[in-house]
């Protein structure tokens, strides 16, 4: 069984290829919200020791700034997933559109 923990922003083309990759393979995973949240945001950089995103923690392995298409290969890799001709349902090696961008930048956030 696989514990998955993944920090993610609501709206990112980064974060949704990685939501992709779950719904891909229909893994159960807990979508830490690191925009809205600033705890979660705080968690993410001290565990990771960087601020960038998506990271995503699978069973204790932290896989820090990676694409679904990153995380997908690691899960292929380790025998945690098995390959599948499925598509994902959403682009998993992509940056986030300009509307995402004009949509994040709108909200400003301060954490520290």
Not at 46 to 68: F, H, I, Y
Request: proline fraction near 5%.
């Amino acid at each position: 069984m696989l514990t998955i923990k993944a920090y993610l922003k609501p709206s990112c083309g980064w974060s949704n290829g990685v939501r992709a990759i779950m719904r891909k393979h229909g893994l159960a995973f807990e979508d830490v919200d690191i925009i809205n949240v600033p705890a979660n945001y705080a968690e993410m950089v001290e565990k990771t020791g960087q601020r960038l995103s998506p990271c995503v923690e699978v069973n204790g392995v932290m896989l820090a700034d990676v694409s679904g298409e990153e995380v997908e290969k690691y899960l292929l890799a380790n025998g945690l997933v098995q390959s599948t001709d499925k598509p994902a349902d959403a682009p998993t090696n992509a940056p986030c559109t300009d509307a995402e961008h004009e949509k994040m930048r709108v909200k400003t956030i301060r954490f520290f």
